[in-house]
Structure formats: structure tokens, C-alpha cells
């Protein structure tokens, strides 16, 4: 089942307890943040005032006792794109997303996949599409997914990454 607009923030929102994310792309073209993505590129600094409606509704999940987090796997060096959403985490982090990143670039891939997928309350899958420009081309609820391999993947990312304050120190 396809989730879109409206639709995918209210199934979103329902989530109980945990909402988990698994990056791969070094890239993602979304035109929500393609003005900021350009100012940030053209100065270097991004500011994102704390109403941003994604930075409220992280605080909200937190203040409700729901955790969301995120595993992005990356190599270096960074793209200009990664470069900027390290910038964003800053701000997402402060909110209380529980950000984390796995550095693949003197490792080898522990198992994880190559396709994005949001996991709601280890029993809800949905995948995350984008086209080679990162261009996101829909969100999928999936109807059986194999939960245990989802959840298998999610716990991987999770023990395999690094929280993101330390691994921008390091």
C-alpha cells in the first residue's frame, strides 16, 4: 500500500513506541528542503528555528515517551549532500531523535540492505524508495514483511553505529 501526503504523516504519527530508520543514500532530493539544502551549500551554516514542524513533532514523540532514531550508513568522504544533513542532525539530535551513523568506508557491510526502511513498533515495515538521484519515488507499507530479518537488520544498524555526537568528534 502506497503512503502519501497526508496519509503517510497520520500513519506515521500513530506509531506506540518506537520508530526506527535505516539510511543508505549518500544523496536524497526532497523539494521541501531544496531552498535550505542550496543556502546551506552557498554559506555553510544552517539555521532551522525551533517551531520547524519536523524538530516539534520529534519533541512531541519524546515528550509522549515514543523514541525515533535513525541509523544512516555512509562512507566517506562526505558528499556535499551528507555534509548537509549532518547539520540537520544537529538539530534533530537536540530535539530528541536518537541519531546514529555507521561508517562503512574501512569496514565491510555487516548484512545491513540497501534500501531505506522505516520500522514502526518492530511490527510495521515500511520501505522507502528513491530513484538514483535520490529523488524519492514512494513509501511503501508492506503487507508481510519478514519481520523477524527487519528486525534483525535494525538491531545490526543499531549495535553496529556510532551515536552521532561521537562520531562528528571523532
Known amino acids: ?9 497520520a500513519f506515521f504519527d500513530r506509531y506506540e513506541r518506537e520508530a526506527f530508520r535505516l539510511e543508505t543514500l549518500s544523496l536524497y532530493s526532497m523539494p521541501g528542503e ?6 546551506y551549500r552557498a554559506s555553510g551554516e544552517l539555521i532551522i528555528p525551533d517551531d520547524d514542524p519536523w524538530l516539534t513533532r520529534v519533541r512531541g514523540f ?7 532514531g535513525r541509523v544512516h550508513v555512509i562512507t566517506r568522504p562526505l558528499s556535499d549532500y551528507l ?7 544537529a538539530h534533530t539530535a537536540k530535539a530528541g531523535e536518537d541519531i546514529r551513523i555507521l561508517d562503512l568506508t574501512d569496514h565491510p557491510n555487516p548484512g545491513l540492505p540497501e534500501q531505506d526502511f522505516w520500522m514502526f513498533d518492530n511490527s510495521t515495515v515500511v520501505l522507502m524508495n528513491y530513484g538514483p538521484d535520490g529523488t524519492q519515488k514512494g513509501r511503501d507499507l508492506l503487507s508481510s514483511p519478514d519481520l523477524d530479518q527487519y528486525r534483525h537488520w535494525k538491531d545490526l544498524a543499531l549495535s553496529s553505529s556510532v551515536p552521532y555526537a561521537e562520531y562528528i568528534q571523532g
Open 83 to 89: 555534509q548537509y544533513e549532518f547539520a540537520v542532525y
Open 1 to 9: 500500500m502506497r503512503l502519501d501526503g497526508e496519509a503517510w504523516r
Open 34 to 39: 531544496q531552498e535550505e539544502y542550496e543556502r
Open 62 to 68: 519524546r515528550n509522549s515517551g515514543r523514541w525515533i
